[in-house]
T-cell receptor, first 114, second 116 residues
Framework: DADVTQTPRNRITKTGKRIMLECSQT?????MYWYRQDPGLGLQLIYY???????NKGEISDGYSVSRQAQAKFSLSLESAIPNQTALYFC?????????????FGPGTRLTVL | AQKITQTQPGMFVQEKEAVTLDCTYD???????LFWYKQPSSGEMIFLIY??????QNATEGRYSLNFQKARKSANLVISASQLGDSAMYFC?????????????FGKGTTLSVSS
């Protein structure tokens, strides 16, 4: 089984709908992240969480919210989806520990907002 | 200014040849980490290799090595003996500073195509 799972893997929705993307991990890592990737671009950080009580905004948090329900679960919500939120969304986890802290990614969720 | 620059949008190589994917970075921190990830057409992001700013030796992981030139702020990925399965997008990324959990800054990626 994969260490970092994301559901759904693909989602098509309409403008204005509320959408939740879920991430679960069995790696036992404290730190979790949400990124988005637009075609032809690298990844941009949306939110990150150091532990259950710690949530931080990334560089593109507007229009998104998150919930860290447990150490192993980190959800991303789009309160009112818009077409320019069409992207590939990745969840990642890391154990922590300075510059050597490697992030491990889930398989991604491809979201299309019509 | 971009923190991570990958100047090669696409690279082409034949099987069994070596290929170098370029990455330059910009930081004023003394402590930083450099990462390479592979993204096949299926979309997942696969961690390949890591180099710390204080590491004196170039990192190696199997057929992957990182040519780290600190003074030039470059961290090029070298893939030896290319295989068809190496065809993918490759991203260079950096973490600045020692704070645990800070974000990775990604470059825009290089598409590698390996032909037989």
């Amino acid at each position: 089984d994969a260490d970092v799972t994301q559901t759904p893997r693909n989602r098509i929705t309409k403008t204005g709908k509320r959408i939740m993307l879920e991430c679960s991990q069995t790696k036992g890592h404290d730190r979790m992240y949400w990124y988005r990737q637009d075609p032809g671009l690298g990844l941009q950080l949306i939110y990150y969480s150091f532990d259950v009580k710690d949530i931080n905004k990334g560089e593109i948090s507007d229009g998104y919210s998150v919930s860290r329900q447990a150490q192993a679960k980190f959800s991303l919500s789009l309160e009112s989806a818009i077409p320019n939120q069409t992207a590939l969304y990745f969840c990642a986890t890391s154990v922590g520990g300075g510059i050597t802290d490697t992030q491990y990614f889930g398989p991604g969720t491809r979201l299309t907002v019509l | 200014a971009q923190k991570i620059t990958q100047t090669q949008p696409g690279m082409f190589v034949q099987e069994k040849e070596a290929v170098t994917l370029d990455c330059t970075y910009d930081t004023s921190d003394q402590s930083y980490g450099l990462f390479w990830y592979k993204q096949p057409s299926s979309g997942e992001m696969i961690f390949l290799i890591y180099q710390g700013s204080y590491d004196e030796q170039n990192a190696t992981e199997g057929r992957y090595s990182l040519n780290f030139q600190k003074a030039r702020k470059s961290a090029n990925l070298v893939i030896s003996a290319s295989q068809l399965g190496d065809s993918a997008m490759y991203f260079c990324a950096m973490r600045e500073g020692d704070q645990a959990g800070t974000a990775l800054i990604f470059g825009k990626g290089t598409t590698l195509s390996v032909s037989s």
